[in-house]
T-cell receptor, first 115, second 113 residues
Framework: NAGVTQTPKFRVLKTGQSMTLLCAQD?????MYWYRQDPGMGLRLIHY???????AKGEVPDGYNVSRLKKQNFLLGLESAAPSQTSVYFC??????????????FGPGTRLTVL | QKEVEQDPGPLSVPEGAIVSLNCTYS??????FMWYRQYSRKGPELLMY????GNKEDGRFTAQVDKSSKYISLFIRDSQPSDSATYLC?????????????FGAGTILRVKS
């Protein structure tokens, strides 16, 4: 049971390049999330998904797109990377039902630098 | 003003000390309160979870919620060097339950042996 995994672990991009971050979970969780973490800012929600084929915007969605074609995968895309997108990106997933703990399980993160 | 305020520290204490970590918030709709621990270059992991007001204890850790003051705390007794990490508070309203957590910026804790 690997939990939440993220690919790649590190990446350096030039301004204007595109890339896709992959998140996979093997816990059969319905909900998945993408966050970015910047110094002094905590974790900020980019996009999230409440099920296969559905996505929604979070707090800081601009410049990012997402897709959830399979329940276990959640992809985060940067179409034209900007230096302001230099950050550590975390994926999380959760199983939520009435009365149950709203626990989000996080992946190990992807460190992205945009030059 | 941020919805959740948390002193970033760093907080440096000797081994065995009692540690108090705190967050304040402005949204009175928050009902679910969590503390996550994040080791360096790792993802956050859930440490404590509390619904509404009151205290919750788990081993050396105690979480307190004071909704009247919009203030939550995490106490660590007999702190150990292995407790050195960043502690993030997080909270959610009933309406956003399961969808969105609002995180504090995190407090860096260093426990010296």
């Amino acid at each position: 049971n690997a939990g939440v995994t993220q690919t790649p672990k590190f990446r350096v991009l030039k301004t204007g390049q595109s890339m896709t971050l992959l998140c996979a979970q093997d816990m059969n969780h319905e909900y998945m999330y993408w966050y970015r973490q910047d110094p002094g800012m905590g974790l900020r929600l980019i996009h999230y998904s409440v099920g296969e084929g559905t996505t929604a915007k979070g707090e800081v969605p601009d410049g990012y797109n997402v897709s959830r074609l399979k329940k276990q995968n959640f992809l985060l895309g940067l179409e034209s990377a900007a230096p302001s997108q230099t950050s550590v990106y975390f994926c999380a997933s959760s199983y939520v039902t009435g009365g149950r703990t709203d626990t989000q399980y996080f992946g190990p993160g992807t460190r992205l630098t945009v030059l | 003003q941020k919805e959740v305020e948390q002193d970033p520290g760093p907080l440096s204490v000797p081994e065995g000390a009692i540690v108090s970590l705190n967050c304040t918030y402005s949204n009175s709709a928050f009902q679910y309160f969590m503390w996550y621990r994040q080791y360096s270059r790792k993802g956050p992991e859930l440490l404590m979870y509390t619904y509404s007001s009151g205290n919750k204890e788990d081993g050396r850790f105690t979480a307190q919620v004071d909704k009247s003051s919009k203030y939550i705390s995490l106490f660590i007794r007999d702190s150990q060097p292995s407790d050195s990490a960043t502690y993030l508070c997080a909270m959610s309203s009933l309406a956003e339950y399961g969808n969105k957590l609002v995180f504090g910026a995190g407090t860096i804790l260093r426990v010296k042996s």
